[in-house]
T-cell receptor, first 116, second 110 residues
Framework: GAVVSQHPSRVICKSGTSVKIECRSL??????MFWYRQFPKQSLMLMAT?????????EQGVEKDKFLINHASLTLSTLTVTSAHPEDSSFYIC????????????FGPGTRLLVL | RKEVEQDPGPFNVPEGATVAFNCTYS??????FFWYRQDCRKEPKLLMS???SGNEDGRFTAQLNRASQYISLLIRDSKLSDSATYLC???????????FGIGTKLQVIP
């Protein structure tokens, strides 16, 4: 199947710092990628849809100024958590679908963020 | 009502048992349905898509009931390696956009 990578896999940072997470589609081009967040014992919650060459579409309740998304190329989307706080500690996962509108999602391995 | 509802479990079953999970969805316009598997502290991986006519992949069988808006997953001859959380995933209406259920945790016991 298609491969999606994510970096870093784990990050620990101090409160107030910004953290950038990269999501790459390794063997296909993705015009659309998705960013999810998963808190312990909860379901994956869609945060935003990342669109190559245009602004991201954020879900209700997700602050666009806090979670900056950049989709500069067809294989790379980045999520920056600005001024991170302990409540932002979570498992962040990106996904991408194959071109052509197929709805099967391929997920990156996720990034565990711990904000102290 | 949640868009996608699942019993979180856990379901504790002995090796070799047959176990079934159900999932209900609220959006009658949903067109695509999937079961994903998520191991502890890992990303979800596609287990199988769910088709209107039902489909089978080895020990796994998925069914869709549009009238009642639920999908099911049946696992036969459970293996220890089947222990995981099974996520019900439903198309939310947007391009490639899906909604996840909370997942049902399965623990297969020796």
């Amino acid at each position: 199947g298609a491969v999606v990578s994510q970096h870093p896999s784990r990050v620990i940072c101090k409160s107030g710092t910004s953290v950038k997470i990269e999501c790459r589609s390794l063997d296909f081009q993705a015009t659309t990628m998705f960013w999810y967040r998963q808190f312990p014992k909860q379901s994956l919650m869609l945060m935003a849809t990342s669109n190559e060459g245009s602004k991201a579409t954020y879900e209700q309740g997700v602050e666009k100024d806090k979670f900056l998304i950049n989709h500069a190329s067809l294989t790379l989307s980045t999520l920056t958590v600005t001024s991170a706080h302990p409540e932002d500690s979570s498992f962040y996962i990106c996904s991408a679908g194959l071109p052509g509108g197929q709805e099967t999602q391929y997920f990156g391995p996720g990034t565990r963020l711990l904000v102290l | 009502r949640k868009e996608v509802e699942q019993d979180p479990g856990p379901f504790n079953v002995p090796e070799g048992a047959t176990v079934a999970f159900n999932c209900t969805y609220s959006n009658s316009a949903s067109q695509s349905f999937f079961w994903y598997r998520q191991d502890c502290r890992k990303e979800p991986k596609l287990l199988m898509s769910v088709y209107s006519s039902g489909n089978e992949d080895g020990r796994f069988t998925a069914q869709l009931n549009r009238a009642s808006q639920y999908i099911s997953l049946l696992i036969r001859d459970s293996k220890l390696s089947d222990s995981a959380t099974y996520l019900c995933v439903v198309n939310s209406g947007g391009y490639q956009k899906v909604t996840f259920g909370i997942g049902t945790k399965l623990q297969v016991i020796p």
